[in-house]
């Protein structure tokens, strides 16, 4: 019998790793979740500032690629999600010292964190029984406000589901 797993584990484990990461660059700003039901740009969006600075969520895209069935109780998914992290607008942020004497610039802020969060996603340490491949591929920050920008990233899943065929 296959080991076998869901979306919904996966990205827990993938928001637990992605919290846990110490950022290169402004170490003091975290990534985190916000406690919220709001799909985070509309949170973020209504929240913008320094409680906003590297929060994060992943969705699910509703988008399932045709399952490969291994045996009656389990098939292979491959589905697609989104990772979004905001990052606030507010030079205030992105000071590096208290002396407020060196800016960080906000792309080399947004690279390095790419970075780091593209090596946890896909390090294979990190994938849960049953989760046998995680690819990501980097899309450009929207820069869409002058209040905060969003940096995403298309995730593609690969894991093996329960099924009950009779």
Not at 32 to 44: E, V
Not at 61 to 69: M, S
Not at 100 to 123: G, K, Y
């Amino acid at each position: 019998m296959a080991t076998t797993t869901t979306f919904a584990a996966i990205r827990e484990q993938y928001l637990t790793k992605i919290r846990a990461i110490t950022p290169s660059v402004l170490a003091g700003h975290v990534f985190s979740t916000p406690n919220t039901r709001i799909p985070l740009k509309a949170w973020a969006m209504k929240s913008a500032g320094s409680q906003c600075f590297r929060a994060f969520g992943i969705t699910f895209d509703d988008v399932v690629e045709e399952p490969q069935d291994f045996e009656s109780t389990a098939y292979q998914r491959m589905d697609t999600a989104t990772l979004v992290i905001a990052y606030p607008v507010d030079l205030a942020l992105y000071y590096k010292d208290d002396d407020d004497q060196d800016l960080a610039n906000f792309d080399d802020v947004i690279n390095s964190d790419s970075d780091q969060v593209r090596d946890v996603l896909t390090s294979t340490g990190n994938l849960i029984a049953g989760h046998s491949e995680m690819r990501v591929v980097r899309r450009a920050t929207m820069r869409e406000t002058d209040a905060i920008w969003f940096h995403e990233y298309a995730l593609r899943l690969t894991y093996t589901a329960s099924q009950t065929l009779t």
